[in-house]
C-alpha cells in the first residue's frame, strides 16, 4: 500500500509543480527567469531538439505540442502516466460501495420481506454494483487526468510568452527550466539556438 | 483496394493542422449569424412550453394527462424512452468507435456527444415528472438517509434505470467535457475579446498542451472509452428491464435487451443524421463532415434497422411458438386491434424506408438520407408507443381494458422537450465549437506540407 501512494505522490508527478531547484553559484542566473523556450514548425524538428538537449545532459524540459505525439513522452522521459491506476482504484471503490449500499440497506438497516425472498439478493444487486463501478473509475479518471496534470491552473509561466498562442494551432514548442542543474542562462539560450528553432525567448517567471 | 479508394476522403484534401483550427474555431468566435437568432427563439419559444407544463402538473399532478388504469405509462414513458435511446448514439461513436479506431468519428464525435447530453437531459425530465410528486420521488428514487428511515427498492429494475441513467448522463458529461478542455484551450488564445478570453480561458483550466497533459490525457480519454462502451450497452439494457421484468404480455420477452440496444443505436444515428445534414451546410463544414460520414452513418443505420426488423419478427414468432394465449392476443391486438394503424406507421418507417439505404445512389444523396433520418426518428417514437401503450392496455383481464388518448398536456411536454433538446443544441453550436479542433489537427497533419514525409503531397490543391 505504501508503495502504491509513494507513486501516487512521488515528486516528478507534477514536473512544472515545486520549487526551483538549487540555483547556481556565483548569480549567474536571473531569478525571475523560468525556463527557455523554442519554437519548432513541425513534429519532427521538436523531436530532434528534444533528442539533441537529452544528449546534452539537459533533464527538466516540457514540450507543447497542438496535438498529441505518441512518442514525445518517452522521448522527454516523462514516465508512464498514473492515470490507469487511479481509475483501478475508483472501479474498486464503486462496486465496494455499490455493492455495500444494497447490502446494508437490504439486509441490515430495512430488510423487507416480500414473497419470501432472500434479503442478500444478490444478483439484482449487480446493475447497480457495475454503475457504480462505472462511475466512479469514470470520475477517478477525469479527477485523475486534471490533478496529474496539476490543473486547474489559472497562470503559468509560458502564457507570458506571446508567440505560445500558436502552441494550441501548429507550433511545437520545448522549454528548458531553469531549476535544470546543467541550466546557464546566456549558454541555454544560445544552445537552444542551435537546434534549428524559429524562435528562442526567455520565459519569465 | 478499389473499393477503398473510391470512398470519399475523412476531410477534403489540403488541410493542415493550422487551417483546420482557424476554420472551425472561426464558426464560434465570428459574429452570429442571423439564422441563429431565429432558430434560437422558435426552440426557446417551445421550451416554454415544458415549462408551462410543469408548473401545471405541479399544481394539479399527472391527471393533466391521458394516462389511466391500466394505461399508466403513456407518451410520458415512450418520449423517456425514445429520448434516452437518441442519446445513445454519441457515446457510441465517441467510445466504441475511438476503441475501434474508426478515424471518420473524428469529425462528428463532439455534437454527437452534445447531442447525447441534451437528449439526456430530456428524457430526465419525463422519468422526474411522470412521478406525480417530485418531493416525494426523491426518497422514492435516491438511497439518501431519510427522516422516515426508508430505502429503496433495489431488487426493482425502475432502480436499477435510476442508477443507469445518471451513471450515463454523468459520464457523457464528463466524457465530454474532457473531450472540449484542449479546444477550449484552442479558443482562449484564438478569442480576441475580453469576456471570451477570460471565459474560455476558465473552462479551458490552465490547459498548455504539454507532453504530461497529453500523455495523461490520452490515457484518461482511452480508458474513460472504455469504462463508456459497457456503459451504454448497459443504460438501454437497464431501460429494456423496465419492461421486460414485468409479465405483462408484449414486455416479457428475453428479446428485448439487445432489441432495445439495437433500436437504441439505429434512432441515436438517424438523430446525429437529422442534426448534422443542416449543421454542415450552414457553418460550410462538408469538408470535414464529408460524404463519407454520412454514408457510413447510413451503413449502420441500415444494419441496426435490420437487427431492429429481426425484433419485431421475433416478437410475432414467440407469440405463436410459446402457444401462450395472452401472448397471442398481444400480437393479434397490436397489429389488427384499435391502435393497430400504428403498427402499420412503424413497419412502414423503421423496417421498409430503411431498406432504401441498400443503393448507393440513395447513400449519395443528402435529402434522400435527411428525409430517411426523419422518417426512422418518427417510426422509433412509434415503436416505444407500440411497446408501452398496445401491450398495457389490454392485458390479462378483459374487465380492465381501456383506450388511452394522449391530452394536449401530453402534447405540450413533449413539443416542450424538443424545445429544451433544440435551445441547448443551439447555445453550443453558436459557444462550443461543433467539431473536435485537436483530434482535426492529428488527422490534417498528414496533409501538412512541411512534414518531411509528405512532401510530395504539397503541390495538391
Known amino acids: 500500500m505504501k508503495g502504491i501512494l509513494g507513486r501516487l505522490f512521488a515528486r516528478g508527478v507534477m514536473p512544472e509543480f515545486g520549487t526551483p531547484g538549487p540555483r547556481i553559484a556565483g548569480g549567474e542566473l536571473p531569478a525571475h527567469l523560468y525556463g527557455v523556450i523554442a519554437e519548432f514548425a513541425n513534429a519532427e524538428e521538436l523531436l530532434h531538439g528534444v533528442h539533441e538537449v537529452r544528449k546534452d545532459g539537459y533533464q527538466v524540459m516540457e514540450a507543447y505540442t497542438p496535438y498529441p505525439i505518441e512518442e514525445l513522452n518517452d522521448a522527454i522521459g516523462h514516465g508512464p502516466s498514473r492515470v490507469p491506476l487511479l481509475v483501478l482504484l475508483g472501479g474498486i471503490c464503486g462496486a465496494i460501495f455499490g455493492f455495500g449500499l444494497q447490502y446494508w440497506a437490504s439486509v441490515i438497516e430495512y430488510p423487507l420481506n416480500i414473497g419470501g425472498r432472500p434479503y442478500n439478493s444478490w444478483v439484482s444487486f449487480i446493475p447497480i454494483t457495475f454503475e457504480c463501478t462505472i462511475l466512479f473509475a469514470g470520475i477517478a479518471a477525469v479527477l485523475g487526468m486534471l490533478v496529474l496534470n496539476g490543473l486547474p491552473m489559472p497562470y503559468h509561466p509560458v502564457f507570458s510568452v506571446p508567440r505560445f498562442q500558436l502552441a494550441s494551432r501548429d507550433r511545437f514548442f520545448l522549454m528548458i527550466l531553469a531549476r535544470d542543474p546543467r541550466f546557464r542562462a546566456g549558454d541555454t539560450f544560445r544552445f537552444m539556438e542551435t537546434l534549428g528553432a524559429s524562435h528562442v525567448s526567455d520565459v519569465e517567471d | 483496394m478499389s473499393a477503398e479508394a473510391d470512398r470519399p476522403p475523412v476531410i477534403a484534401p489540403g488541410y493542415t493542422p493550422a487551417t483546420v483550427t482557424d476554420k472551425i474555431a472561426a464558426v464560434v468566435l465570428r459574429k452570429t449569424p442571423k439564422w441563429w437568432y431565429a432558430g434560437f427563439a422558435i426552440s426557446f419559444l417551445a421550451a416554454q412550453l415544458l415549462f408551462v407544463t ?22 410520458d414513458i415512450v418520449n423517456f424512452v425514445w429520448w434516452i435511446g437518441i442519446g445513445h448514439a454519441g ?3 465517441s467510445a466504441i468507435l475511438l476503441l475501434l479506431r474508426q478515424q471518420w468519428r473524428t469529425s462528428i464525435n463532439r455534437f454527437a456527444e452534445a447531442m447525447t447530453l441534451f437528449a439526456v437531459a430530456a428524457a430526465g425530465q419525463f422519468v422526474l415528472f411522470h412521478t406525480g410528486r417530485q418531493w416525494l420521488a426523491v426518497y422514492w428514487l435516491f438511497p439518501y438517509p431519510n427522516t422516515m428511515g426508508l430505502w429503496p427498492q433495489f431488487r426493482s429494475p425502475l432502480m436499477w434505470d435510476v442508477f443507469a441513467v445518471s451513471t450515463y448522463a454523468t459520464i457523457s458529461a464528463l466524457f465530454w467535457f474532457v473531450g472540449l478542455i484542449p479546444d477550449l484551450a484552442t479558443l482562449r488564445d484564438r478569442s480576441k475579446h475580453w469576456f471570451g478570453k477570460i471565459t474560455y480561458g476558465m473552462l479551458a483550466m490552465g490547459w498548455r498542451g504539454s507532453a504530461r497533459h497529453w500523455h495523461n490525457y490520452e490515457t484518461a480519454s ?62 460550410g463544414l462538408e469538408d470535414f463532415i464529408t460524404m463519407r460520414h454520412l454514408q457510413n452513418m447510413a451503413k449502420i443505420m441500415l444494419a441496426t434497422g435490420l437487427i431492429v426488423a429481426y425484433g419485431y419478427g421475433i416478437e410475432l414468432f414467440m407469440a405463436w411458438y410459446s402457444g401462450n394465449t395472452f401472448e397471442q392476443y398481444m400480437v393479434h391486438n397490436r397489429i389488427l386491434g384499435p391502435y393497430g394503424w400504428i403498427w402499420f406507421l412503424l413497419i412502414l418507417c423503421n423496417v421498409i424506408t430503411p431498406q432504401f439505404l441498400w443503393l448507393k445512389k440513395v447513400r449519395n444523396s443528402v435529402v434522400g438520407l435527411f428525409v430517411i433520418s426523419i422518417i426512422v426518428n418518427i417510426g422509433m417514437w412509434f415503436e416505444r408507443f407500440v411497446i408501452i401503450v398496445t401491450s398495457l392496455h389490454r392485458d390479462f383481464l ?14 405540450s411536454f413533449f413539443v416542450g422537450s424538443l424545445g429544451l433538446f433544440f435551445s441547448l443544441m443551439f447555445l453550443f453550436i453558436r459557444f462550443l465549437p461543433v467539431i473536435s479542433i485537436f483530434e482535426m489537427r492529428t488527422i490534417a497533419k498528414g496533409e501538412d506540407p512541411a512534414s518531411a514525409d509528405t512532401k510530395e503531397m504539397a503541390g495538391r490543391p
Open chain 2, 91 to 93: 457515446t457510441l461513436i
Open chain 2, 398 to 411: 378483459p374487465s380492465s381494458w381501456d383506450m388511452y388518448t394522449p391530452t394536449k398536456w401530453d402534447w
Open chain 2, 54 to 75: 410543469m408548473a401545471k402538473l405541479l399544481v394539479e399532478t399527472v391527471g393533466i394527462w391521458g394516462i389511466n388504469i391500466p394505461v399508466a405509462w403513456g407518451i
Open chain 2, 222 to 283: 482511452l480508458l474513460l472509452a472504455g469504462l463508456a462502451t459497457p456503459l451504454v450497452v448497459s443504460v438501454h439494457t437497464v431501460v429494456s428491464f423496465d419492461f421486460s421484468v414485468g409479465i405483462i404480455p408484449g414486455w416479457h420477452a428475453t428479446i428485448f435487451p439487445p432489441y432495445f440496444v439495437a433500436g437504441a443505436i439505429y434512432s441515436g444515428f438517424a438523430m446525429v443524421m437529422t442534426l448534422s445534414i443542416p449543421l454542415r451546410k450552414v457553418f
